[in-house]
Nanobody, 125 residues
Framework: QVQLEESGGRLVQAGGSLRLSCAASGRTFSIRAMGWFRQAPGKKREFVAAIRRSGSSGYYADSVKGRFAISRDNAENTVYLQMNSLKLEDTAVYYC??????????????????WGQGTQVTVSS
């Protein structure tokens, strides 16, 4: 079992920045990749960013590429999502997810085994 807890979500003005954190506990040694997804009101949950346990490069949705950066601290079992130049359309509940298996489709929701409860990010004009 893996437990994930997101934090850092809040109200922020458009153009501002925010950093989300996701702390993992439990069988963290089994985590192969971690990702961030988001769900806006009335919309399906969508991929935002992901990072493998090994390697430093992140994977990003086109909508956030160049504005968001994912990073991880394996020693602290924490993954971060730095969000810059925030737009109104970034408003959503952001979920952290952990993949314990062989990573094949890192941007696909079904790839992930455990999910956090989510943290609300609201971008205002």
């Amino acid at each position: 079992q893996v437990q994930l807890e997101e934090s850092g979500g809040r109200l922020v003005q458009a153009g501002g920045s925010l950093r989300l954190s996701c702390a993992a506990s439990g069988r963290t040694f089994s985590i192969r990749a971690m990702g961030w997804f988001r769900q806006a009101p009335g919309k399906k949950r969508e991929f935002v960013a992901a990072i493998r346990r090994s390697g430093s490069s992140g994977y990003y949705a086109d909508s956030v590429k160049g504005r968001f950066a994912i990073s991880r601290d394996n020693a602290e079992n924490t993954v971060y999502l730095q969000m810059n130049s925030l737009k109104l359309e970034d408003t959503a509940v952001y979920y952290c997810a952990a993949d314990l298996g062989i990573v094949v489709y890192i941007a696909v929701e079904d790839e992930y085994d455990y999910w956090g409860q989510g943290t609300q990010v609201t971008v205002s004009s």
